[in-house]
């Protein structure tokens, strides 16, 4: 893998808590050739790849802020290629946001977003957000491309058809131009980052809760025994009645065999001690 440090590096401002970073993982996935790679490596390097070299992985690096907080992003580029369908799974743990990718230009890699995307991210990486990405816009009016798809009786990739079918999957639709527009390529990783951001700060609150739960449970009696707890009231209560019997006896000048023949189950100390007050 690949590791590089994405221009968009910023220094933290004046003020700026180095303890507000917050590290995001993004992955992104796609079919072969969809432009995965061009728009990790605007965004990235903010240079547009004019050769196309097949990816098996590669590893970018980029930072920014975000409300005075620094976003440390780690992107994982894959190969869309079936080749490598049991090795793009390692890519996945500890994901925070996942992007499908699929080129405008080509309707059938939208279908592969149905087929064989959202299964192999429902099954390695389950909880991980999802944005749906479609690249490459600008060929949506070129007229090379509008020429090679009617003869094949196919049109562009719409923009509703890319909404349905983000909606299908539960994700957020962007679309993007890597080689004509910077700034939509930005918007598709601010979007993604702001994902990320508010599943971890879910997860911080989570944390949060469960220790303050916790903590007041801790703080809770100890629930007694409640047989214990019987047993103690019984006693109390042959004491007193003891007591009582005791008084009336010693009121009328009673012996000590007659007190001692009182029916019940008291101990015998309780009697001497008030005899002797």
């Not at 449970?217 to 047989?227: C, E, G, K, Q, T």
């Amino acid at each position: 893998m690949k590791e590089r440090l994405s221009g968009q590096t910023f220094s933290p401002q004046p003020g700026m808590d180095p303890s507000q970073s917050v590290k995001c993982k993004i992955v992104v996935v796609g079919d072969s050739q969809c432009g995965k790679t061009a728009l990790l490596h605007v965004f990235a390097k903010d240079i547009f790849p004019e050769n196309y070299v097949p990816t098996v992985f590669e590893n970018y690096t980029a930072s920014f802020e975000i409300d005075t907080r620094r976003i440390e992003l780690s992107l994982w580029d894959t190969s869309g290629s079936p080749y490598y369908d049991n090795v793009r799974p390692l890519s996945y743990p500890d994901s925070d946001a996942v992007l499908i990718c699929f080129d405008i230009s080509r309707p059938e890699t939208l279908d592969s977003v149905i087929k064989k995307w959202r299964g192999e991210i429902q099954e390695f990486c389950p909880n991980t957000k999802m944005l749906l990405v479609g690249c490459k816009s600008d060929r949506r009016t070129d007229l090379s491309t509008l020429v090679e798809l009617s003869n094949h009786r196919q049109t562009p990739v719409s923009y509703d058809q890319g909404s349905s079918m983000a909606k299908q999957i539960s994700a957020p639709y962007i679309e993007c131009s890597s080689q004509q527009s910077e700034n939509s390529v930005r918007d598709i990783f601010h979007v993604a980052t702001l994902a990320c951001v508010n599943k971890n700060s879910k997860n911080v609150k989570r944390g949060n809760k469960s220790a303050r739960g916790n903590k007041r449970i801790s703080h809770m009696p100890v629930r007694p025994d409640l047989a214990a707890v019987a047993t103690d009231l019984r006693k109390d209560k042959n004491r007193k009645l003891f007591l009582l019997w005791s008084i009336g006896c010693l009121s009328s000048r009673c012996s000590w065999e007659e007190v001692t023949s009182i029916p019940l189950r008291v101990e015998k100390e309780v009697f001497l001690g008030f005899q002797r007050k």
